[in-house]
Protein backbone atom coordinates (compact mmCIF):
# COMPACT_ATOMS: atom_id res chain seq x y z
CA UNK A 1 0.00 0.00 0.00
CA UNK A 2 1.12 3.64 -0.63
CA UNK A 3 0.40 7.02 0.77
CA UNK A 4 -1.22 8.88 -1.80
CA UNK A 5 0.63 12.17 -0.70
CA UNK A 6 4.17 12.86 0.44
CA UNK A 7 3.35 15.10 2.91
CA UNK A 8 3.75 14.06 6.47
CA UNK A 9 0.68 15.44 7.81
CA UNK A 10 -1.38 13.58 5.03
CA UNK A 11 0.08 10.78 5.69
CA UNK A 12 -0.77 10.60 9.23
CA UNK A 13 -4.69 11.10 8.11
CA UNK A 14 -3.94 8.42 5.44
CA UNK A 15 -2.71 6.01 8.83
CA UNK A 16 -5.99 6.95 10.63
CA UNK A 17 -8.42 5.71 8.00
CA UNK A 18 -6.65 3.26 5.69
CA UNK A 19 -5.37 -0.48 6.55
CA UNK A 20 -2.36 -2.03 5.46
CA UNK A 21 -2.58 -5.57 4.06
CA UNK A 22 -1.96 -8.13 6.43
CA UNK A 23 2.01 -8.62 7.39
CA UNK A 24 2.78 -5.33 6.08
CA UNK A 25 2.40 -3.02 9.14
CA UNK A 26 5.77 -2.48 9.37
CA UNK A 27 6.84 -2.13 5.72
CA UNK A 28 3.79 0.38 6.05
CA UNK A 29 5.21 2.68 8.90
CA UNK A 30 8.77 2.48 7.48
CA UNK A 31 7.75 5.28 4.47
CA UNK A 32 7.32 7.71 7.21
CA UNK A 33 10.76 7.79 6.99
CA UNK A 34 10.86 9.60 3.50
CA UNK A 35 9.54 12.31 5.60
CA UNK A 36 11.83 12.09 9.08
CA UNK A 37 15.41 12.12 7.88
CA UNK A 38 19.10 13.49 9.57
CA UNK A 39 18.82 16.92 7.62
CA UNK A 40 21.18 18.77 10.19
CA UNK A 41 25.12 18.30 10.53
CA UNK A 42 27.04 19.43 13.40
CA UNK A 43 30.34 18.74 11.94
CA UNK A 44 33.77 18.27 14.22
CA UNK A 45 31.83 17.18 17.86
CA UNK A 46 33.80 17.40 20.76
CA UNK A 47 33.61 13.97 22.13
CA UNK A 48 35.73 11.72 24.33
CA UNK A 49 38.59 10.24 22.30
CA UNK A 50 37.20 6.68 21.78
CA UNK A 51 36.82 4.24 19.35
CA UNK A 52 32.69 3.83 18.45
CA UNK A 53 31.86 0.81 17.75
CA UNK A 54 28.14 0.70 16.54
CA UNK A 55 24.88 0.85 18.37
CA UNK A 56 22.58 -2.18 19.45
CA UNK A 57 19.83 -3.32 17.22
CA UNK A 58 17.72 -2.03 19.53
CA UNK A 59 18.95 1.12 19.59
CA UNK A 60 19.25 1.06 23.81
CA UNK A 61 23.14 1.70 23.37
CA UNK A 62 26.05 2.85 22.06
CA UNK A 63 28.94 0.93 22.06
CA UNK A 64 32.55 2.41 22.54
CA UNK A 65 35.66 1.34 23.43
CA UNK A 66 38.72 3.58 25.41
CA UNK A 67 41.86 4.01 22.76
CA UNK A 68 44.28 1.67 24.50
CA UNK A 69 41.57 -0.77 23.93
CA UNK A 70 41.68 -1.72 27.53
CA UNK A 71 37.78 -0.21 28.78
CA UNK A 72 34.40 -0.51 27.50
CA UNK A 73 32.53 2.53 27.74
CA UNK A 74 28.38 2.37 26.90
CA UNK A 75 26.21 5.50 25.86
CA UNK A 76 22.44 5.94 26.11
CA UNK A 77 21.24 7.68 23.14
CA UNK A 78 19.34 10.52 23.52
CA UNK A 79 17.52 13.34 21.83
CA UNK A 80 18.89 17.00 21.62
CA UNK A 81 17.47 19.31 23.83
CA UNK A 82 17.80 23.22 24.59
CA UNK A 83 16.05 26.47 24.73
CA UNK A 84 15.61 29.32 22.30
CA UNK A 85 14.34 32.71 23.36
CA UNK A 86 13.65 33.77 19.94
CA UNK A 87 10.45 33.16 17.54
CA UNK A 88 12.05 31.51 14.95
CA UNK A 89 14.26 29.03 16.24
CA UNK A 90 14.44 26.60 13.76
CA UNK A 91 16.87 29.10 11.43
CA UNK A 92 18.81 29.57 14.43
CA UNK A 93 22.35 27.72 14.67
CA UNK A 94 22.71 25.88 17.41
CA UNK A 95 23.99 26.76 20.94
CA UNK A 96 27.43 25.93 21.45
CA UNK A 97 26.43 23.56 24.22
CA UNK A 98 24.01 22.03 22.21
CA UNK A 99 26.81 20.99 19.78
CA UNK A 100 28.93 18.87 22.31
CA UNK A 101 28.43 15.05 22.69
CA UNK A 102 27.00 14.76 25.54
CA UNK A 103 24.33 16.32 24.05
CA UNK A 104 22.97 13.61 22.03
CA UNK A 105 24.56 10.44 24.38
CA UNK A 106 24.61 9.64 27.90
CA UNK A 107 27.23 7.61 29.77
CA UNK A 108 26.03 4.68 31.44
CA UNK A 109 29.61 2.98 32.72
CA UNK A 110 32.68 2.75 31.89
CA UNK A 111 33.84 -0.85 32.76
CA UNK A 112 37.62 -2.69 32.35
CA UNK A 113 37.87 -5.30 30.42
CA UNK A 114 41.75 -6.17 29.31
CA UNK A 115 44.16 -6.96 31.75
CA UNK A 116 47.62 -5.51 31.44
CA UNK A 117 48.93 -7.90 28.56
CA UNK A 118 45.65 -8.09 26.91
CA UNK A 119 43.34 -6.01 24.12
CA UNK A 120 40.11 -5.21 23.42
CA UNK A 121 39.43 -6.55 20.09
CA UNK A 122 37.70 -3.61 18.95
CA UNK A 123 36.28 -4.94 15.62
CA UNK A 124 33.94 -7.83 17.69
CA UNK A 125 31.11 -7.54 19.72
CA UNK A 126 27.48 -9.45 19.38
CA UNK A 127 24.39 -8.62 21.13
CA UNK A 128 21.73 -10.51 22.61
CA UNK A 129 18.43 -8.39 22.28
CA UNK A 130 16.30 -10.77 23.86
CA UNK A 131 18.41 -10.44 27.49
CA UNK A 132 20.19 -7.44 26.38
CA UNK A 133 23.54 -9.52 27.15
CA UNK A 134 26.46 -8.12 25.15
CA UNK A 135 29.79 -10.78 23.82
CA UNK A 136 32.94 -8.81 24.11
CA UNK A 137 36.43 -10.30 23.37
CA UNK A 138 39.81 -9.60 24.54
CA UNK A 139 43.30 -11.69 23.85
CA UNK A 140 47.47 -11.01 23.89
CA UNK A 141 49.55 -10.53 21.04
CA UNK A 142 49.19 -13.13 17.70
CA UNK A 143 52.34 -15.82 17.32
CA UNK A 144 52.85 -15.77 13.57
CA UNK A 145 55.68 -18.82 13.69
CA UNK A 146 53.94 -20.67 16.27
CA UNK A 147 55.12 -24.63 16.72
CA UNK A 148 51.72 -26.60 15.50
CA UNK A 149 51.79 -28.99 18.55
CA UNK A 150 48.87 -31.14 20.13
CA UNK A 151 47.19 -31.72 17.01
CA UNK A 152 47.30 -27.74 15.88
CA UNK A 153 47.33 -27.10 12.39
CA UNK A 154 50.44 -25.83 10.77
CA UNK A 155 50.80 -22.24 9.72
CA UNK A 156 48.05 -21.01 11.59
CA UNK A 157 49.01 -18.32 13.93
CA UNK A 158 48.76 -18.58 18.49
CA UNK A 159 46.90 -16.30 20.59
CA UNK A 160 48.22 -17.23 24.32
CA UNK A 161 44.92 -16.34 25.60
CA UNK A 162 41.56 -15.16 23.64
CA UNK A 163 38.44 -14.05 26.82
CA UNK A 164 35.28 -13.33 25.67
CA UNK A 165 33.08 -11.67 28.10
CA UNK A 166 29.60 -12.22 28.55
CA UNK A 167 28.01 -8.85 30.14
CA UNK A 168 24.83 -7.48 31.47
CA UNK A 169 24.53 -4.32 29.31
CA UNK A 170 22.20 -2.52 31.36
CA UNK A 171 24.76 -2.24 34.32
CA UNK A 172 28.24 -3.42 32.51
CA UNK A 173 28.11 -6.42 35.28
CA UNK A 174 29.79 -9.47 33.67
CA UNK A 175 27.94 -12.40 33.86
CA UNK A 176 30.46 -15.29 32.61
CA UNK A 177 33.78 -15.54 30.62
CA UNK A 178 35.14 -18.17 28.48
CA UNK A 179 39.11 -18.52 27.86
CA UNK A 180 40.93 -20.33 24.91
CA UNK A 181 44.61 -20.67 25.30
CA UNK A 182 47.16 -21.29 22.68
CA UNK A 183 44.34 -21.00 20.29
CA UNK A 184 43.35 -18.75 17.28
CA UNK A 185 40.01 -17.23 16.32
CA UNK A 186 39.30 -15.17 13.83
CA UNK A 187 37.97 -11.96 16.06
CA UNK A 188 37.54 -9.29 13.09
CA UNK A 189 34.20 -8.06 12.32
CA UNK A 190 32.85 -11.79 14.18
CA UNK A 191 34.24 -13.56 11.72
CA UNK A 192 35.06 -16.81 13.97
CA UNK A 193 31.67 -16.43 16.08
CA UNK A 194 27.92 -16.67 14.99
CA UNK A 195 24.92 -15.58 17.18
CA UNK A 196 21.60 -17.46 16.71
CA UNK A 197 19.50 -17.03 19.08
CA UNK A 198 21.05 -18.37 22.26
CA UNK A 199 23.41 -20.44 20.60
CA UNK A 200 27.25 -19.56 20.52
CA UNK A 201 29.69 -20.92 17.41
CA UNK A 202 33.07 -20.33 18.26
CA UNK A 203 35.38 -21.74 15.13
CA UNK A 204 38.96 -22.27 16.81
CA UNK A 205 41.15 -21.84 13.63
CA UNK A 206 44.48 -23.84 15.21
CA UNK A 207 42.67 -26.83 16.30
CA UNK A 208 39.90 -27.28 13.94
CA UNK A 209 37.04 -27.25 16.11
CA UNK A 210 33.44 -25.41 16.14
CA UNK A 211 32.54 -25.06 20.02
CA UNK A 212 29.02 -24.75 20.29
CA UNK A 213 28.03 -22.84 23.18
CA UNK A 214 24.60 -21.63 24.55
CA UNK A 215 23.68 -18.56 26.57
CA UNK A 216 21.57 -19.08 29.51
CA UNK A 217 19.14 -16.45 30.62
CA UNK A 218 21.25 -16.95 34.29
CA UNK A 219 24.02 -15.65 32.06
CA UNK A 220 25.99 -18.39 32.11
CA UNK A 221 28.23 -19.69 28.73
CA UNK A 222 27.42 -23.32 28.99
CA UNK A 223 29.32 -25.55 26.21
CA UNK A 224 26.96 -27.66 24.74
CA UNK A 225 28.94 -29.55 21.86
CA UNK A 226 32.12 -29.55 20.15
CA UNK A 227 32.56 -30.43 16.37
CA UNK A 228 35.72 -31.10 14.63
CA UNK A 229 37.68 -33.91 15.98
CA UNK A 230 34.84 -35.99 16.90
CA UNK A 231 31.24 -35.33 15.80
CA UNK A 232 29.07 -37.42 18.54
CA UNK A 233 29.15 -36.95 21.95
CA UNK A 234 30.05 -40.72 22.39
CA UNK A 235 32.91 -40.65 19.51
CA UNK A 236 36.40 -39.68 21.97
CA UNK A 237 35.15 -42.84 24.52
CA UNK A 238 34.60 -45.09 21.35
CA UNK A 239 38.17 -44.22 19.61
CA UNK A 240 39.96 -44.63 23.07
CA UNK A 241 38.80 -47.69 23.65
CA UNK A 242 39.50 -48.80 20.44
CA UNK A 243 43.00 -47.64 20.87
CA UNK A 244 43.33 -49.34 23.92
CA UNK A 245 42.60 -52.58 22.35
CA UNK A 246 44.97 -51.69 19.72
CA UNK A 247 47.93 -51.08 22.12
CA UNK A 248 47.07 -54.18 24.17
CA UNK A 249 47.29 -56.19 20.44
CA UNK A 250 50.69 -54.21 19.60
CA UNK A 251 52.24 -55.42 23.38
CA UNK A 252 51.05 -58.98 22.56
CA UNK A 253 53.00 -59.29 19.09
CA UNK A 254 55.94 -56.97 20.44
CA UNK A 255 56.61 -59.79 23.12
CA UNK A 256 56.23 -62.01 20.83
CA UNK A 257 58.50 -60.86 18.59
CA UNK A 258 61.13 -59.91 21.63
CA UNK A 259 60.79 -63.60 22.55
CA UNK A 260 61.75 -64.91 18.93
CA UNK A 261 64.79 -62.88 19.33
CA UNK A 262 63.78 -60.43 15.78
CA UNK A 263 64.59 -57.22 16.19
CA UNK A 264 63.15 -54.91 13.80
CA UNK A 265 62.80 -51.43 15.41
CA UNK A 266 59.42 -52.12 16.50
CA UNK A 267 59.02 -48.67 18.18
CA UNK A 268 59.78 -46.55 15.18
CA UNK A 269 57.45 -48.96 12.75
CA UNK A 270 54.09 -48.62 14.94
CA UNK A 271 52.05 -45.96 13.99
CA UNK A 272 50.66 -43.51 16.23
CA UNK A 273 46.61 -44.32 16.93
CA UNK A 274 45.89 -40.91 17.79
CA UNK A 275 47.04 -39.84 14.07
CA UNK A 276 45.74 -42.75 12.23
CA UNK A 277 42.21 -41.03 11.75
CA UNK A 278 40.71 -38.19 9.90
CA UNK A 279 39.08 -36.28 12.36
CA UNK A 280 35.22 -36.66 12.44
CA UNK A 281 33.72 -33.76 10.32
CA UNK A 282 36.87 -34.49 7.99
CA UNK A 283 35.24 -38.59 7.35
CA UNK A 284 31.66 -36.91 7.06
CA UNK A 285 32.69 -34.74 4.24
CA UNK A 286 34.92 -36.89 2.45
CA UNK A 287 32.15 -40.26 2.66
CA UNK A 288 29.29 -37.81 1.14
CA UNK A 289 31.93 -36.41 -1.54
CA UNK A 290 32.67 -40.67 -2.10
CA UNK A 291 28.75 -41.41 -2.00
CA UNK A 292 27.68 -38.99 -4.24
CA UNK A 293 30.07 -39.59 -7.07
CA UNK A 294 28.87 -43.32 -6.82
CA UNK A 295 25.06 -42.60 -6.87
CA UNK A 296 25.88 -40.79 -10.22
CA UNK A 297 26.73 -43.51 -12.22
CA UNK A 298 24.81 -46.85 -12.27
CA UNK A 299 27.59 -48.25 -14.97
CA UNK A 300 30.42 -49.90 -13.02
CA UNK A 301 33.08 -48.81 -15.35
CA UNK A 302 31.66 -45.52 -15.07
CA UNK A 303 31.72 -45.45 -11.75
CA UNK A 304 35.13 -46.29 -11.06
CA UNK A 305 36.32 -43.38 -13.69
CA UNK A 306 34.78 -41.66 -12.28
CA UNK A 307 35.47 -41.92 -8.58
CA UNK A 308 38.91 -42.43 -9.49
CA UNK A 309 38.99 -38.79 -11.52
CA UNK A 310 37.11 -36.75 -8.94
CA UNK A 311 37.71 -38.35 -5.96
CA UNK A 312 41.00 -40.10 -5.68
CA UNK A 313 42.92 -37.55 -7.94
CA UNK A 314 41.78 -34.87 -5.28
CA UNK A 315 41.61 -36.84 -2.55
CA UNK A 316 45.24 -34.93 -0.50
CA UNK A 317 43.49 -31.85 -1.37
CA UNK A 318 40.45 -32.81 0.20
CA UNK A 319 41.89 -34.60 3.30
CA UNK A 320 44.05 -30.81 3.32
CA UNK A 321 41.57 -28.57 3.63
CA UNK A 322 40.49 -27.02 6.69
CA UNK A 323 37.89 -25.03 8.18
CA UNK A 324 37.18 -21.01 7.85
CA UNK A 325 34.06 -20.09 8.70
CA UNK A 326 30.64 -20.99 10.25
CA UNK A 327 27.31 -19.73 10.59
CA UNK A 328 23.94 -20.86 11.64
CA UNK A 329 20.95 -21.77 9.11
CA UNK A 330 18.75 -23.05 11.72
CA UNK A 331 19.19 -24.56 15.34
CA UNK A 332 20.21 -27.80 14.01
CA UNK A 333 22.06 -26.57 10.62
CA UNK A 334 25.66 -24.70 10.59
CA UNK A 335 27.42 -23.91 7.27
CA UNK A 336 30.55 -24.52 6.97
CA UNK A 337 33.29 -23.16 5.46
CA UNK A 338 36.46 -24.96 4.11
CA UNK A 339 39.41 -24.02 2.01
CA UNK A 340 43.45 -24.35 2.24
CA UNK A 341 45.42 -23.16 5.35
CA UNK A 342 46.70 -20.13 3.40
CA UNK A 343 43.22 -18.77 2.82
CA UNK A 344 42.33 -19.41 6.51
CA UNK A 345 44.73 -16.82 7.49
CA UNK A 346 44.75 -14.44 4.78
CA UNK A 347 43.21 -10.82 4.33
CA UNK A 348 42.21 -11.87 0.91
CA UNK A 349 40.85 -14.75 1.27
CA UNK A 350 38.51 -14.73 -1.87
CA UNK A 351 41.28 -15.20 -4.29
CA UNK A 352 41.40 -18.96 -2.71
CA UNK A 353 39.71 -21.57 -3.86
CA UNK A 354 36.86 -22.63 -1.11
CA UNK A 355 33.99 -24.81 -0.65
CA UNK A 356 30.95 -24.92 1.52
CA UNK A 357 29.17 -27.36 2.77
CA UNK A 358 25.74 -27.61 5.08
CA UNK A 359 25.90 -29.95 8.48
CA UNK A 360 23.62 -31.69 10.32
CA UNK A 361 24.56 -30.87 14.28
CA UNK A 362 21.92 -33.42 15.65
CA UNK A 363 22.33 -36.58 12.48
CA UNK A 364 26.33 -35.51 12.20
CA UNK A 365 25.61 -35.64 8.58
CA UNK A 366 27.17 -33.33 6.00
CA UNK A 367 23.67 -32.64 3.60
CA UNK A 368 25.23 -30.59 0.86
CA UNK A 369 28.23 -29.74 -0.82
CA UNK A 370 29.23 -27.24 -2.97
CA UNK A 371 32.64 -25.44 -4.70
CA UNK A 372 32.04 -21.39 -4.19
CA UNK A 373 31.54 -20.94 -7.69
CA UNK A 374 28.76 -23.70 -8.66
CA UNK A 375 26.02 -22.25 -9.92
CA UNK A 376 23.63 -24.21 -7.90
CA UNK A 377 24.99 -22.89 -4.98
CA UNK A 378 24.40 -19.44 -6.38
CA UNK A 379 20.73 -19.78 -7.61
CA UNK A 380 19.72 -20.44 -4.06
CA UNK A 381 22.12 -17.13 -3.10
CA UNK A 382 19.95 -14.93 -5.41
CA UNK A 383 16.91 -16.45 -4.75
CA UNK A 384 17.16 -17.06 -1.06
CA UNK A 385 19.46 -15.11 0.65
CA UNK A 386 17.50 -14.17 3.39
CA UNK A 387 17.69 -17.85 4.62
CA UNK A 388 21.24 -17.15 4.97
CA UNK A 389 21.17 -14.65 7.10
CA UNK A 390 19.95 -16.63 9.93
CA UNK A 391 18.83 -13.61 12.09
CA UNK A 392 17.34 -14.18 15.50
CA UNK A 393 14.07 -15.05 15.94
CA UNK A 394 13.49 -12.10 18.81
CA UNK A 395 15.39 -9.37 16.70
CA UNK A 396 12.59 -7.58 15.14
CA UNK A 397 14.55 -4.90 13.57
CA UNK A 398 16.93 -7.44 11.52
CA UNK A 399 14.26 -8.72 9.41
CA UNK A 400 13.90 -5.69 7.36
CA UNK A 401 17.24 -5.62 5.71
CA UNK A 402 16.93 -5.02 2.06
CA UNK A 403 18.92 -7.89 -0.07
CA UNK A 404 18.05 -9.08 -3.33
CA UNK A 405 15.57 -11.76 -2.46
CA UNK A 406 13.45 -9.62 -0.76
CA UNK A 407 13.79 -6.11 -2.85
CA UNK A 408 13.61 -5.77 -6.57
CA UNK A 409 15.93 -2.79 -6.81
CA UNK A 410 18.61 -4.60 -4.85
CA UNK A 411 17.93 -7.46 -7.41
CA UNK A 412 17.88 -4.95 -10.27
CA UNK A 413 21.67 -3.94 -8.97
CA UNK A 414 22.96 -7.22 -8.59
CA UNK A 415 21.91 -8.72 -11.92
CA UNK A 416 23.49 -5.65 -13.82
CA UNK A 417 26.31 -6.36 -12.03
CA UNK A 418 26.12 -9.93 -13.32
CA UNK A 419 25.64 -8.30 -17.21
CA UNK A 420 28.95 -6.42 -17.10
CA UNK A 421 30.78 -8.32 -15.03
CA UNK A 422 33.43 -9.97 -17.73
CA UNK A 423 33.00 -13.59 -16.59
CA UNK A 424 30.41 -14.93 -14.64
CA UNK A 425 32.23 -18.08 -13.40
CA UNK A 426 34.49 -15.01 -11.23
CA UNK A 427 31.07 -13.06 -10.73
CA UNK A 428 29.86 -16.00 -8.36
CA UNK A 429 33.05 -16.29 -7.06
CA UNK A 430 32.83 -13.03 -5.74
CA UNK A 431 29.38 -12.92 -5.11
CA UNK A 432 29.48 -16.27 -2.83
CA UNK A 433 32.54 -15.57 -1.03
CA UNK A 434 30.76 -14.02 1.46
CA UNK A 435 29.04 -17.17 2.44
CA UNK A 436 28.87 -18.32 5.37
CA UNK A 437 27.68 -14.50 6.46
CA UNK A 438 29.61 -12.91 9.46
CA UNK A 439 27.16 -12.32 12.42
CA UNK A 440 25.17 -8.73 12.76
CA UNK A 441 27.60 -7.47 10.47
CA UNK A 442 25.02 -5.28 8.61
CA UNK A 443 22.91 -2.04 10.20
CA UNK A 444 18.62 -2.09 10.37
CA UNK A 445 18.40 1.40 9.85
CA UNK A 446 15.51 2.13 7.38
CA UNK A 447 17.47 4.57 5.66
CA UNK A 448 19.58 1.69 4.11
CA UNK A 449 15.82 0.29 3.08
CA UNK A 450 16.30 0.02 -1.02
CA UNK A 451 12.59 0.32 -1.28
CA UNK A 452 12.74 3.98 0.19
CA UNK A 453 15.98 5.66 -0.78
CA UNK A 454 18.93 5.31 -3.67
CA UNK A 455 22.47 5.89 -2.98
CA UNK A 456 25.73 4.93 -3.90
CA UNK A 457 27.00 1.57 -2.15
CA UNK A 458 30.26 2.57 -3.04
CA UNK A 459 30.20 4.74 -0.68
CA UNK A 460 28.01 3.95 2.33
CA UNK A 461 26.12 1.08 2.68
CA UNK A 462 24.33 -1.04 5.85
CA UNK A 463 27.53 -3.92 5.71
CA UNK A 464 29.59 -3.12 8.84
CA UNK A 465 32.99 -1.95 7.18
CA UNK A 466 35.24 0.97 6.32
CA UNK A 467 34.49 3.14 3.14
CA UNK A 468 36.89 4.50 1.15
CA UNK A 469 36.17 8.73 2.12
CA UNK A 470 35.24 11.53 -0.27
CA UNK A 471 35.03 15.09 0.30
CA UNK A 472 31.70 14.71 -1.40
CA UNK A 473 28.14 14.68 0.80
CA UNK A 474 27.12 11.35 0.02
CA UNK A 475 23.44 11.66 -1.15
CA UNK A 476 20.19 9.46 -0.09
CA UNK A 477 17.52 10.09 -3.25
CA UNK A 478 13.81 9.05 -2.90
CA UNK A 479 12.79 5.62 -5.23
CA UNK A 480 9.37 7.30 -5.32
CA UNK A 481 8.09 10.13 -6.94
CA UNK A 482 9.01 13.15 -6.73
CA UNK A 483 12.23 10.91 -6.97
CA UNK A 484 14.18 13.67 -5.23
CA UNK A 485 16.77 14.40 -3.22
CA UNK A 486 15.92 13.84 0.64
CA UNK A 487 19.11 14.23 2.58
CA UNK A 488 23.09 14.38 2.40
CA UNK A 489 25.25 12.75 4.78
CA UNK A 490 29.30 14.13 4.86
CA UNK A 491 31.90 12.49 6.75
CA UNK A 492 34.87 14.81 7.86
CA UNK A 493 35.20 18.64 8.14
CA UNK A 494 32.93 20.68 6.50
CA UNK A 495 35.10 22.53 4.20
CA UNK A 496 36.68 18.99 3.07
CA UNK A 497 40.42 18.11 3.27
CA UNK A 498 42.90 20.26 0.89
CA UNK A 499 45.75 17.60 1.09
CA UNK A 500 45.05 15.47 -1.70
CA UNK A 501 48.32 13.34 -0.31
CA UNK A 502 46.06 11.92 2.48
CA UNK A 503 44.56 8.96 2.58
CA UNK A 504 40.80 9.05 3.65
CA UNK A 505 38.53 6.52 5.12
CA UNK A 506 35.41 6.93 7.17
CA UNK A 507 32.58 4.62 8.72
CA UNK A 508 28.84 5.27 9.77
CA UNK A 509 26.76 4.33 12.68
CA UNK A 510 23.29 4.34 11.90
CA UNK A 511 20.71 4.35 14.82
CA UNK A 512 18.19 1.62 14.12
CA UNK A 513 15.30 3.25 15.07
CA UNK A 514 15.64 7.71 15.23
CA UNK A 515 17.19 9.73 12.13
CA UNK A 516 20.38 10.24 13.80
CA UNK A 517 24.06 8.45 12.82
CA UNK A 518 27.51 9.30 13.52
CA UNK A 519 29.96 9.26 10.80
CA UNK A 520 33.74 8.96 11.57
CA UNK A 521 36.44 10.31 9.32
CA UNK A 522 39.86 9.17 9.76
CA UNK A 523 43.05 10.24 7.99
CA UNK A 524 46.61 9.43 7.45
CA UNK A 525 48.41 12.19 6.02
CA UNK A 526 51.72 9.90 4.50
CA UNK A 527 53.87 13.16 4.53
CA UNK A 528 56.15 12.38 7.40
CA UNK A 529 56.17 12.60 10.13
CA UNK A 530 52.77 10.48 9.98
CA UNK A 531 49.67 12.01 11.47
CA UNK A 532 46.36 10.00 12.02
CA UNK A 533 43.53 12.71 12.73
CA UNK A 534 40.03 11.63 13.58
CA UNK A 535 36.60 13.49 12.87
CA UNK A 536 33.39 12.42 14.39
CA UNK A 537 29.83 14.08 12.95
CA UNK A 538 26.48 13.98 14.60
CA UNK A 539 23.71 13.55 11.90
CA UNK A 540 20.15 14.20 12.77
CA UNK A 541 16.71 15.44 11.93
CA UNK A 542 16.25 19.32 13.38
Known sequence: MFFKSSNITARIFDRQICTPAPGTNVHYARKFYENLVPSYTVYEVECPDHSFRKFTDDGQYLISFSRNQQELIVYRPRWLSFSCKDE???????????????????????????????????DFFLYMESNKFGLFATSTAQVHDAPAVGGAVQGVPSIEKITFHLLRLEDGFVLDEKVFC???????????????????????????????????????????????????????????????????????????????????????????????????????????????????????????????????????????????????????????????????????????????AVYNMDTTEIVSFYQNSA????????????????????????????????????????????????????????????????????????????????????????TDRHKQSTDHPIKFILRRHPYSLRFKIKPGPEAGSMDGRAKKISWFLFHPVLPLALSVQQTLIMQPPLVNISVVNIHFRR
Not at 269 to 289: D, E, T, V, W, Y
Not at 344 to 354: E, L
Request: aromatic content about 12%.
Open 88 to 122: DCDNHDLPLKAKRFESFFTQLYCVPLASCNELICK
Open 182 to 356: NDYVNLAHNLGVFLYDDLLAIVSLRYQIIHILQIRDSGNLVHVRAIGEFCREDDELFLNSNAQGMALSDKNKQQQLLGNHIDNNIHQAQPNPGNSFLSGIKQRLLSFMFRGLWNEETDDTLRVQKIRQKFYFHFQDYCDLIIWKVQFLDRHHLLIKFGSVDGGVSRHADTHPAFV
Open 375 to 462: DELYMLFEQFCDHFYATSRNSMHMNFISSHSNNIHALEQLRSIKDKASSSSQFMKKMLSSLPFSCQSLSPSPYFDQSLFRFDDKLISA
